[in-house]
């Protein structure tokens, strides 16, 4: 069993593991590596689901796929969630161990074809850091104060169908995503910002304790055997975070 711990909660020797587990995987240029991982989502398999019934099951896939990469590099790694809602990231906003550019968790390249790269300097320029021999991702966070409260993750858990629930639960997701400014509030490069991955833990968190207090609600009838595109996996069978071999560190800090 993989525990999924807070970043703010991890001992300096786990974090290091952590960073230096994403730092080598973007260094991976074949279909274990980050770049493979990150171009599922976006630019260029396009293949991630937003605004529509499968958002929770296809990015809880996406994180148990992308996870034992990290492990063939790294040994026991499992990702760490980023707390927005904590009363520290209301004061400070991102944990260090995401800043510190020694860590290798504050960017990471972009390697883009020399069409993709003109696309984005006409289009997006903004989103991604051009100024160097190779595209990195960038951030222009907003005020550490706007990020949302613990009270809002708290209430979307009483949502009573699963419907409610995810819209509602997507939406603060994409107040993360646009707070970021920069690469993360983009699409197709989002995944290449590593904080995505925490950021992503923190989503699949809440649903996962969503599950536990509605223990008879399902997924709509319509994606109720939905194939997971990408993934050797459906619906049903990312339902059950136990049978996927994880779990979600409790402790003082929720
Ligand atoms: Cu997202």
Redesign the pocket.
């Known amino acids: 069993m993989h525990i999924r711990q807070n970043i703010d909660t991890m001992s300096d020797a786990s974090i290091a593991k952590y960073q230096s587990a994403i730092t080598r995987a973007v260094t991976i240029n074949d279909n274990r590596g980050y770049r493979h991982f990150a171009g599922m989502h976006g630019w260029s398999q396009n293949l991630c689901k ?1 605004h529509v019934m499968l958002f929770l099951p296809w ?1 809880r896939a996406y994180l148990y796929m992308f996870e034992p990469s990290l492990r063939d590099i790294a040994g026991d790694v499992a990702l760490p969630w980023w707390d927005w809602s904590s009363a520290d990231s209301h004061e400070h906003g991102l944990p260090e161990a995401f800043t510190s550019s020694q860590g290798g968790l504050a960017s990471a390249p972009v390697p883009l074809d020399p069409q993709t790269l003109q696309a984005v300097q006409q289009q997006v320029p903004w989103a991604l850091d051009l100024g160097g021999a190779v595209p990195r991702t960038i951030r222009d966070p907003d005020p550490a104060g706007s990020l949302p409260m613990a009270a809002a993750v708290e209430d979307v858990l009483d949502a009573p169908t699963y419907a409610d629930f995810t819209t509602r639960l997507e939406d603060i ?1 994409d107040g993360i ?1 646009g707070w970021f400014k920069g690469t993360m509030s983009i699409v197709p490069f ?1 995944a290449f910002d590593p904080i ?1 991955w925490a ?2 833990t923190m ?1 699949d968190r809440p649903w996962y304790k969503w599950q536990m207090r509605h223990p008879g609600v399902g997924v709509p009838a319509e994606i109720a055997n939905s194939a997971l595109e990408g993934f050797p996996l459906t619906v049903p069978q990312v339902l059950d975070i136990a049978t996927l071999g994880y779990d979600y560190a409790t402790g003082v800090v929720s």
Do not use: E
């Open positions: 937003h990015h997701h995503h989002a995505f950021h992503h989503i």
